[in-house]
């Protein structure tokens, strides 16, 4: 199953990484971050189909993605 | 589990200064990608302007140094020749290149330079606080113009790519963008390849890409990628200007 990984005090909620998710699972986070701003985080990891397209528009490489090993 | 995203080695871990999103972040990322593909991070040498991005050379992991407004091509030229086998590139801003340093990427083009020169497009000078950029579109508010740019005014805005892809010594020039997913991929083809054209010796090689300023444009970084693709696209056409005749 893909997943993603949120560099959470990295993140300076741009929120950009939310209107590219096909499945639509990024949110932003209700918490404040060390930077006080809210970060974006993923509700639903088990819908995540590793595209990395929240990674790619990412300004500030606060994401990182991971999948499976092809066979 | 393999990693299929993350932050590029050729990218230091400290983090970037520029306003929450900025797509300058998005183009530091692609060319460190890209030199992590093509395995040239310890052949690289970087040369960063004046602008939002002067503290470059604190984020990417390769050797990297300081110009004057403008000057970037000019110091590069310096670099390239005196170390002809390492990959050196410049990363500026449209007030760098396409106002005060208008001669130098000129001139560096028509000498065809070996260098490799990322042009960061953003329609406004940012890190002074919004002033009209030879690249402000007819109609663009910014400090020094605040009704909007006016042709009879302040003229028409520089088109850089159309116009140096004119010159002989241009090897590659292309214009991308980054206001989604698939002209992030696109983007980051057309910078490798600048790269990979520059390493095969063609000549200069320029990508320009389209870029927001959320903070000066005074608009959401959503806001702000949905006004690039409206506003910029029509007057800045992508696509690749020049590309280097196939060696028979
Ligand atoms: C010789 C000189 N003239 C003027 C300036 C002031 N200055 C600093 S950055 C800048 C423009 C930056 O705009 P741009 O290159 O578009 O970069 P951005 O910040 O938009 O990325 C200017 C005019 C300077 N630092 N040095
Ligand atoms: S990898 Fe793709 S599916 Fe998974 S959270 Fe990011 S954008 Fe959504
Ligand atoms: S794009 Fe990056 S910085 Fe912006 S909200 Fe998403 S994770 Fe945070
Ligand atoms: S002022 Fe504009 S170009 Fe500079 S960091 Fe902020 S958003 Fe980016
Ligand atoms: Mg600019």
Redesign the pocket.
């Known amino acids: 199953m893909p997943k993603v990984v949120f560099d959470e005090d990295r993140c300076k909620g741009c929120e950009l990484c939310t209107t590219v998710c096909p499945k639509n699972i990024v949110v932003m986070s209700k918490k404040i971050n060390a930077k006080g701003y809210h970060p974006a985080t993923v509700d639903e990891m088990d819908k995540c189909i590793g595209c990395a397209f929240c990674a790619n528009i990412c300004p500030d490489t606060v994401i990182e993605v991971f999948k499976e090993e092809k066979k | 589990m393999i990693k299929v995203a993350g932050r590029p080695e050729s990218l230091q871990s400290k983090q970037f200064h520029y306003c929450p999103g900025c797509t ?1 972040g998005i183009i530091h990322r692609l060319v460190a990608e890209v030199m992590d593909e093509l395995g040239i991070r310890e052949e690289s040498i970087g040369v960063a ?5 002067v503290l470059a050379y604190e984020y990417f992991n390769c050797d990297m140094h300081e110009a ?2 403008g000057r970037a091509p000019a110091v590069a030229t310096g670099i390239k020749r005196v170390h002809p086998d390492k990959v050196v590139f410049t990363y ?6 396409a106002s ?1 340093g208008t001669a130098e990427i000129v001139h560096a083009a028509g000498r065809s330079e070996k260098i490799t020169t990322i042009f ?1 497009n ?1 329609a ?5 606080g919004g002033q009209m ?1 030879p690249t402000t579109l007819i109609g663009q508010k910014a400090t020094t113009s605040p009704y909007g740019r006016s042709v009879e005014a302040q003229g028409y805005p520089l088109k850089v790519s159309e116009m140096l892809a004119t010159l002989t010594g241009a090897a590659y020039i292309a214009r991308v963008s980054v206001h989604d997913p698939q002209h992030i991929r696109k983007a980051k083809a057309a910078i490798k390849k600048a790269f990979e054209y520059q390493i095969a010796g063609k000549g200069f090689t320029l990508v320009e890409v389209l870029s927001t ?1 959320p903070t000066n444009w005074g608009l959401t970084p959503i806001e702000a990628l949905k006004w690039l693709e409206e506003n910029m696209l029509p007057y800045y056409p992508l696509g690749e200007y020049k590309t280097p005749e196939e060696v028979k």
């Open positions: 300058h302007p004046v602008g939002c991005s004057a407004h500026q801003g449209d007030g760098d290149l005060i960061v953003n406004i000078y940012g890190m002074t950029a300023c």
